[in-house]
């Protein structure tokens, strides 16, 4: 397999340096999680990015796999910056990769759109004006989470998280927004799948709400045991443990519970049916927000280079912050620090016949921006 | 802090030592046997598992899905085995350390390329779905009984198999010295693929068994093999009797110090810093009491030195 992609990746090179007089041309380096646990959400990143860009000529895309590891990922972007002379790196999903990966990156004077990690330190003191994230800051889908539980009337929230920048993130993000009390707070173990434990200190803790943020396979241990705990708590998080690649894992311990997003497959807007129903005949399963923020990330590359080429670094820079593309989420704009200024979404987990999948409760919050700008000097 | 959440703590410990147990009694078994080094140990625990998941999906029975993760890890064994890992047993370890861990590689991806990237569906059965009260007022789940129970029947099987049947005298011949069973006509190459095929279903069991309360993954396998090694480096290489001790050690010291370990430091220090540094402290512990039992037994609880 990693031959095959060394080889299609030189072939790609060759195709790419034969037509190298055209400025037009953009080349591509996308490092994502293709292996190993977690690697259902890289592939959604590329296959929905690769949706994006099917066809388009002027765009070459190498793909290659980090396995979840700092170091590897580190490596890529070297070979990708140095070897490849990619314009623009992309992919990564997990934000202690992205802080290892991107201010290199954006330092060597080279692009970076994030389709998934926005951890805050590249959102404020860290921001940079080559880095773009086309998802959401991390905080934001917990602080909609927040907002939520005061509307829900929660007053007494126990919280959880891994113990990685995201995670801290997440916490952060939530307890911004949230009014109520804290019964507890645990930071876990990044990986970690068993929670008998933390579930004991819940029962224990006299909460009246749950909020977690365990993405991959730590969400779907959590939930399967949480439901056999026989805790009748309502639970809330953010998409990324009720997501259409993990929902059939978790089967109905899902059904009922609020989560937030950016994202839902049925937000009502004509590029958002045509992503559903392209990603529905391209690969045969359902999208996830996984994979809209990649084929988000796909058309807003495509939408800078209608209006520059990417040599002219300033002007391409600018025409990535105009965000000329009609996003899947509908509204979209960059604040001045480059994350969206999007609706966040609370879905709730439903049935369609025999798939679980979401639907749109209401908008948690409107024109969202992110608690990072002002410490953004750019 | 009371009593009776500590009192359930402990029984989460014991019931995760339980589970480590099964993975640590095969790897423990196959290095004292054939002085391997199996870094794809925790490929049959995921093999197991998978197993399970398709069993479950076409049958709907629990029961038979721990029936084919034991059937499908032990073929998987066997077939690896024969092909593979009888190659291995006259290299030395560096050797065989790097073809399991190609091993590794191999086996997840093949897994990947049948089932796909994504997580499946393996779910526990109704009849040990929900809770039950132990004692006066413990609310404990059925399921983590179920497991706490079947690792202690596993532990008494092994035991009963190494001691009483001619199988086990065998095996134990075979820790012993190899090269005199073999003069003495025991077909040492079927000893050594029962064996392995055995650590394999043990592996696998477990794999099929925690699969169905966490998640049936690609790459599930490895976070548990470390913690095995663990074990088996604390209880003594090659010693069943080590594993099952090692393995509550490691279960009960993992589980009650990252819960109470945050508890403890916000005693003075702020709380949210004392849940971040005690929450990393509280990972580290097992790699702490391993170093503190290698500098006391140098071979471990239950080694030969």
């Not at chain 1, 080279?110 to 951890?119: E, T």
């Not at chain 1, 001045?336 to 999948?357: A, M, S």
């Not at chain 2, 794809?40 to 399970?52: D, E, K, Q, T, W």
């Not at chain 2, 499946?120 to 040990?128: D, F, H, R, V, W």
Request: overall charge positive.
């Amino acid at each position: 397999m990693r031959k095959f992609t060394t080889t299609l990746g030189a072939l790609l090179v060759m195709a790419a340096s034969s037509t190298l007089a055209d400025g037009h041309k953009v080349k591509v380096g996308m490092i994502t999680t293709l292996s190993g646990g977690g690697s259902g959400l890289g592939i959604d990143v590329r296959d929905g990015f690769m949706l994006a860009v099917k066809g388009n000529k002027n765009i070459s895309v190498i793909t290659k796999d980090d396995q979840r590891k700092p170091d590897i990922a580190v490596q890529l972007a070297d070979k990708m910056i140095q070897s490849d002379k990619v314009d623009v790196l992309t992919g990564i999903i997990w934000s202690n990769l992205a802080m290892a990966v991107v201010p290199a990156t954006v330092n060597q004077g080279k692009f970076y759109l994030s389709p998934n990690a926005g951890p805050s330190k590249l959102a404020g003191k860290g921001c940079h004006k080559n880095y773009f994230n086309v998802a959401w800051q991390n905080d934001n889908l917990h602080e909609a989470a927040g907002g939520y539980a005061n509307s829900a009337g929660f007053k007494n929230s126990f919280i959880l998280a891994p113990n990685y920048p995201a995670g801290k993130d997440a916490l952060t993000g939530y307890k911004r927004f949230f009014k109520g009390k804290l019964a507890g707070e645990i930071y876990t173990k990044l990986g970690q799948k068993d929670y008998a434990a933390e579930i004991a200190q819940i029962r224990a803790s006299g909460a009246d709400s749950v909020f977690f943020f365990l993405p991959g396979g730590m969400g779907i241990g959590f939930m399967k045991q949480f439901s056999q705990s026989g805790i009748k708590l309502p639970i809330v998080g953010p998409a990324f443990s009720f997501d259409q690649g993990i929902l059939k894992a978790v089967g109905d311990a899902a059904l009922g519970v609020k989560n937030t997003s950016q994202w839902s497959k049925d937000i009502d807007n004509a590029a958002n049916k045509k992503f559903v129903s392209d990603f529905k005949s391209e690969y045969g399963r359902l999208p996830s927000l996984y994979a809209s923020q990649g084929y988000d990330t796909g058309k807003l590359l495509i939408s800078a280079m209608s209006k520059a080429k990417i040599k002219d670094m300033d002007k391409f820079r600018n025409a990535l912050r105009k965000a000329d593309f009609s996003s899947t989420r509908g509204k979209f704009s960059f604040d001045k620090n480059h994350h969206p200024i999007q609706d966040i979404y609370v879905r709730e987990v439903i049935k369609e016949g025999k798939t679980l999948t979401n639907k749109i409760v209401s908008v948690g919050l409107k024109d969202h921006s992110n608690a990072y700008v002002s410490d953004c000097k750019m | 802090m009371t009593l009776i959440l500590f009192f359930e703590q402990l029984l989460n410990g014991i019931q995760f030592g339980t589970m480590l147990f099964l993975m640590s009694s095969g790897l423990t078994l196959i290095f004292g046997v054939m002085g391997l080094i199996n870094l794809a140990h925790g490929s049959f625990y995921m093999i197991g598992a998978f197993s399970a998941a398709l069993i479950a999906a076409l049958t709907e029975s629990f029961w038979l899905a721990l029936l084919a993760s034991l059937a499908g890890a032990a073929i998987a064994g066997v077939l690896i085995e024969i092909i593979i890992i009888r190659r291995l047993y006259r290299r030395d370890h560096l050797d065989q350390v790097l073809a399991t861990f190609a091993l590794i590689l191999l086996l997840s991806e093949g897994v990947r390329w049948c089932f796909g990237a994504f997580p499946l569906y393996l779910n526990i059965p109704n009849i040990l779905n929900g809770t039950v009260p132990i004692f006066d007022n413990i609310i404990y789940s059925k399921y983590r009984l179920f497991i706490i129970f079947m690792g202690f029947l596993i532990a008494l099987g092994l035991y009963i198999l190494i001691t009483k049947t001619r199988l086990g005298i065998r095996i134990r011949a075979g820790q012993n010295d190899r090269q005199m069973i073999s003069a003495l006509g025991v077909d040492i190459s079927k000893l050594y693929t029962i064996v392995f095929a055995i650590g394999a279903s043990l592996a696998g069991l477990a794999g099929a068994m925690i699969g169905a309360i966490q998640s049936v993954e690609v790459g599930m396998g490895e976070p548990i093999l470390i913690l095995a090694f663990v074990v088996i480096v604390i209880g003594g290489i090659g010693s069943i009797k080590g594993a099952l001790v090692g393995s509550i050690l490691v279960g009960v010291t993992d589980t009650i110090g990252r819960i109470f370990l945050p508890e403890l430091l916000k005693v003075f220090m702020e709380p949210s810093n004392a849940t971040s540094v005690g929450s990393s402290i509280g990972s580290m512990l097992i790699y702490i009491l391993m170093a503190l039992i290698l500098i006391i037994k140098p071979s471990g609880l239950f080694g030969k030195s």
